[in-house]
């Protein structure tokens, strides 16, 4: 299972749940390939001016002689560190534009922390949706009464038949 951070907006309750945001927890391989452009895609306008100032810079210095070697593997260090602390940046932005954070919601996806997170918030829809999504590592069997055992494997245990 994923973590996810929600994050809401200031504002009424209906606002904050419609426009709340559900930011995965790991690491960003978008932003680790492509940083400026992952930064710019998600309006972070501080971060990509500092990234491309720091990118010019190793450029820059990659160009003296002798710095080349160095200035590359600084600058792969550099898309790794984005890669990997992406998703805190965003969050950091979000909380700087007056965002704050909800909570931690897990799921397999972010459909599933999205069904998650409007579940806590609206009580009385949680039964209808969660009713879909099934806990973690349950599996769908049929209730005791209705199994069949075709054998023991190994002596130990009794599969059902399949139906």
């Avoid at 007056?98 to 972010?110: D, K």
């Avoid at 209808?128 to 209730?143: D, F, M, Q, S």
């Amino acid at each position: 299972m994923t973590s996810y951070l929600v994050l809401e907006p200031q504002g009424t309750a209906a606002d904050r749940a419609e426009k709340a945001v559900i930011v995965r927890d790991g690491f960003a391989f978008l932003a680790f390939l492509l940083p400026l452009f992952w930064f710019l895609w998600h309006r972070m306008w501080l971060e990509a001016l500092a990234f491309l100032a720091i990118a010019l810079l190793l450029g820059a210095l990659g160009l003296l002689p002798g710095y080349a070697t160095p200035a590359s593997l600084v600058s792969i260090a550099l898309s790794i560190l984005v890669g990997f602390e992406a998703q805190a940046l965003r969050v950091a932005m979000l909380c700087r534009h007056g965002w704050s954070i909800w909570g931690v919601v897990e799921g397999r996806n972010s459909a599933e922390a999205e069904l998650r997170y409007t579940a806590e918030i609206e009580p009385d829809l949680a039964g209808r949706n969660l009713a879909a999504v099934p806990p973690a590592g349950a599996t769908a069997h049929k209730p005791p009464a209705e199994r069949r055992t075709v054998g023991t494997a190994f002596g130990l245990l009794d599969y059902p038949e399949r139906s």
